[in-house]
C-alpha cells in the first residue's frame, strides 16, 4: 500500500537548535517526493521537491530510498518556519499522497 | 497571477443537501485535482481531472462528483451529506498531471454539515 508516515504530531525546539521533521513512506515504484508546508491562515505550499535537490530557506531532504525516508532538516531553527509541515509523494498519474503533518513549534 | 481560486470559502449545510464547490485553477495549468482535509489530518486526494475527464479517484463514494471545464475550471458536488463530510475542501493544479512541477493549492471550502 501507498503511504506515508509522519511519526511526530508536534514538534517543538527553541529557536537555533536543529529540526529534523521525519517522513517515512512506502511505495512499490518509484515516486517523487514532496515537502509542503502551511503557515497559519496560508494556504498549503510547495516547500521543495526531491528531484530538485534545493535547499529552500534554509530547509534540505534527502531521499533515501534504503530506509524509504524523506526527512526535513535544517540546522538552525527560526521562530518564523513555525508551521505545519506535511511530507507528500506523488504516483506516476500525479495524486498526492500525504502524511499526518507535523506542527513545528520553535520558541523564542 | 491569483493563484489557485476556490469558492465559497465557507458553507453550511444540513445532513442530506447537496453542494458544490467551485476550482479556478493557476492561469497555465491544465490539472485540478481535488482534496478533503479533516480536523487534524493530512489532506485525503479525492480525484482528478485533465482534459475534462475524471483521471484518477480516491476512495471516495460515488456521492463525490466533479467536472472540469473547457476553461480548466471544476467544481466537486457531494450529495446526501452526511456529517462525516464536514471538512476543508481544497483544489490543487498543476500542469499536465503534475509532470511539469508541483501542485498550487487553493485556500479551500470549510464545509461544515449540520
Known amino acids: 500500500a501507498q503511504r506515508v508516515t509522519q511519526p511526530e504530531k508536534l514538534l517543538s525546539v527553541f529557536k537555533g537548535a536543529p529540526v529534523e521533521l521525519k517522513c517515512n513512506y512506502s511505495y512499490s515504484g518509484s515516486p517523487e517526493l514532496f515537502w509542503y508546508v502551511q503557515y497559519s491562515r496560508q494556504r498549503l505550499q510547495l516547500l521543495l521537491r526531491?528531484?530538485s535537490r534545493e535547499s529552500i530557506k534554509g530547509f534540505t531532504a534527502d531521499l533515501n530510498k534504503g530506509e524509504t525516508s524523506f526527512h526535513l532538516k535544517k540546522p538552525f531553527a527560526q521562530e518564523e518556519d513555525s508551521a505545519m509541515y506535511y511530507c507528500?509523494?506523488?504516483?506516476?498519474?500525479?495524486?498526492?499522497?500525504f502524511g499526518q503533518g507535523t506542527e513545528l513549534s520553535v520558541k523564542p | 497571477d491569483a493563484g489557485v481560486t476556490q469558492s465559497p470559502t465557507h458553507l453550511i449545510k444540513t445532513r442530506g443537501q447537496q453542494v458544490t464547490l467551485r476550482c479556478s485553477p493557476k492561469s497555465g495549468h491544465d490539472t485540478v485535482s481535488w482534496y478533503q482535509q479533516a480536523l487534524g489530518q493530512g489532506p485525503q486526494f479525492i480525484f482528478q481531472?485533465?482534459?475534462?475527464?475524471?483521471?484518477q479517484r480516491g476512495n471516495f463514494p460515488d456521492r463525490f462528483s466533479g467536472h472540469q471545464f473547457p476553461n480548466y475550471s471544476s467544481e466537486l458536488n457531494v450529495n446526501a451529506l452526511l456529517l462525516g463530510d464536514s471538512a476543508l475542501y481544497l483544489c490543487a493544479s498543476s500542469l499536465i498531471r503534475g509532470q511539469e512541477g508541483g501542485y498550487t493549492f487553493g485556500s479551500g471550502t470549510r464545509l461544515t454539515v449540520v
Open positions: 481531472y485533465y482534459e475534462e475527464e475524471e483521471r
Open positions: 526531491h528531484i
Open positions: 507528500a509523494l506523488t504516483n506516476q498519474g500525479g495524486k498526492l499522497i
